[in-house]
T-cell receptor, first 110, second 116 residues
Framework: DAKTTQPNSMESNEEEPVHLPCNHS???????IHWYRQLPSQGPEYVIH???SNVNNRMASLAIAEDRKSSTLILHRATLRDAAVYYC???????????FGTGTRLTVIP | KAGVTQTPRYLIKTRGQQVTLSCSPI?????VSWYQQTPGQGLQFLFE???????NKGNFPGRFSGRQFSNSRSEMNVSTLELGDSALYLC???????????????FGPGTRLTVL
């Protein structure tokens, strides 16, 4: 499975935007880019996913580079509840299992 | 709709014993996946079941096994427990109407297994 690279940790002030980067230089044409996050003491939860075009939902936005070798998860206004580990995952369209990397631990400062 | 439920939430066993963990998926979901989470290895995929058949398997020894029932509920079993099996075991379910897709996976809260 193609690998992703994320910073180990990031900090953000509350109510400010957060840009979480992910590099995936070996991505293949059929790999979807998925983001999940894991809040403390909870199982992971889905955030957003995309293939080629930028995507928006109520939780976040996903910006995908034109060559698809990197992507950025954007939280428009970080809240304390957004403090979590964020995982960027490449998922082949034909597979239903997720291969998690080490993720980025986001700390939100009040 | 109720979310994914896992029982028990906490479990303490001793080395050499076996353990069975249970997962009830979201109503209507047909695929169930299991993951192991440890501080050292992070989140690792164990196996996935769909329509009572194991469809994918991660790189774990044969001591780890699972099954899925006709109502989509799933169990995983670990035999001959080792200290290194102490972990959070997470179950996830997804809709999977077509058999293969990129449906969202919904995770349960996990079962915390401690092996003494």
């Amino acid at each position: 499975d193609a690998k992703t690279t994320q910073p180990n940790s990031m900090e953000s002030n509350e109510e400010e935007p957060v840009h979480l980067p992910c590099n995936h230089s070996t991505i293949s044409g059929t790999d979807y880019i998925h983001w999940y996050r894991q809040l403390p003491s909870q199982g992971p939860e889905y955030v957003i996913h995309g293939l080629t075009s930028n995507v928006n939902n109520r939780m976040a936005s996903l910006a995908i580079a034109e060559d698809r070798k990197s992507s950025t998860l954007i939280l428009h206004r970080a809240t304390l509840r957004d403090a979590a580990v964020y995982y960027c995952i490449l998922r082949w369209a034909g597979a239903n299992n997720l291969f998690f990397g080490t993720g980025t631990r986001l700390t939100v400062i009040p | 709709k109720a979310g994914v439920t896992q029982t028990p939430r906490y479990l303490i066993k001793t080395r050499g014993q076996q353990v069975t963990l249970s997962c009830s998926p979201i109503s209507g979901h047909r695929s169930v996946s299991w993951y192991q989470q440890t501080p050292g290895q992070g989140l690792q995929f164990l196996f996935e079941y769909f329509s009572e058949t194991q469809r994918n398997k991660g790189n774990f020894p044969g001591r780890f096994s699972g099954r899925q029932f006709s109502n989509s509920r799933s169990e995983m079993n670990v035999s001959t427990l080792e200290l290194g099996d102490s972990a959070l075991y997470l179950c996830a379910s997804s809709l999977e109407t077509s058999g293969t897709s990129t449906d969202t996976q919904y995770f349960g809260p996990g079962t915390r297994l401690t092996v003494l």
